[in-house]
């Protein structure tokens, strides 16, 4: 599959998400997709799973969005660097809404079937940083310098 149309794939996967269309994010999912969230250490399997971990980022932070993408084209794969932004209007697991804005950093790496599906996901991010910048952890003391 040519890199470009790889990369039109998940162009159009963020901007669904990001619109709060989860059914057209999940349009070039394979049934068998495996997705893990390295941060909490979930393994989502199959389309219907992977498409309602989204939704539950969408109903933590109804207005999530990407920022500042930037890809790497590595065969069969791609990488995806972004700063995911939102304002918690919505419980984030078993955590209350703060109403509070993140913003943080994560790489996302997709691999393609022969079919031009997204057949793997794997998410990076800074799970202690969305937490404290939420205000469900404490800010660290900065150690003596």
């Given at each position: 599959?040519?890199?470009?149309?790889?990369?039109?794939?998940?162009?159009?996967?963020?901007?669904?998400?990001?619109?709060?269309d989860m059914e057209r994010a999940a349009r070039f999912f394979s049934k068998?997709?495996?997705?893990?969230?390295?941060?909490?250490?979930?393994?989502?399997?199959?389309?219907?799973?992977?498409?309602?971990?989204?939704?539950?980022?969408?109903?933590?932070?109804?207005?999530?969005?990407?920022?500042?993408?930037?890809?790497?084209?590595?065969?069969?794969?791609?990488?995806?660097?972004?700063?995911?932004?939102?304002?918690?209007?919505?419980?984030?697991?078993?955590?209350?809404?703060?109403?509070?804005?993140?913003?943080?950093?994560?790489?996302?790496?997709?691999?393609?079937?022969?079919?031009?599906?997204?057949?793997?996901?794997?998410?990076?991010?800074?799970q202690l940083s969305v937490l404290t910048q939420l205000g469900h952890v404490?800010?660290?003391?900065?150690?003596?310098?």
């Amino acid at each position: 599959m040519m890199g470009s149309r790889k990369l039109e794939i998940l162009q159009e996967h963020y901007e669904a998400f990001d619109r709060g269309d989860m059914e057209r994010a999940a349009r070039f999912f394979s049934k068998t997709i495996t997705y893990k969230d390295q941060a909490r250490g979930l393994t989502f399997t199959g389309a219907g799973q992977v498409q309602a971990a989204l939704s539950e980022w969408k109903r933590s932070f109804s207005d999530a969005r990407h920022t500042d993408l930037a890809h790497i084209d590595a065969g069969d794969s791609m990488v995806f660097r972004s700063v995911g932004r939102g304002t918690n209007d919505g419980p984030l697991g078993d955590l209350p809404p703060t109403g509070r804005t993140v913003s943080f950093p994560v790489c996302e790496v997709w691999e393609f079937d022969g079919d031009g599906r997204i057949a793997r996901g794997e998410v990076y991010y800074d799970q202690l940083s969305v937490l404290t910048q939420l205000g469900h952890v404490p800010a660290a003391e900065p150690v003596g310098l």
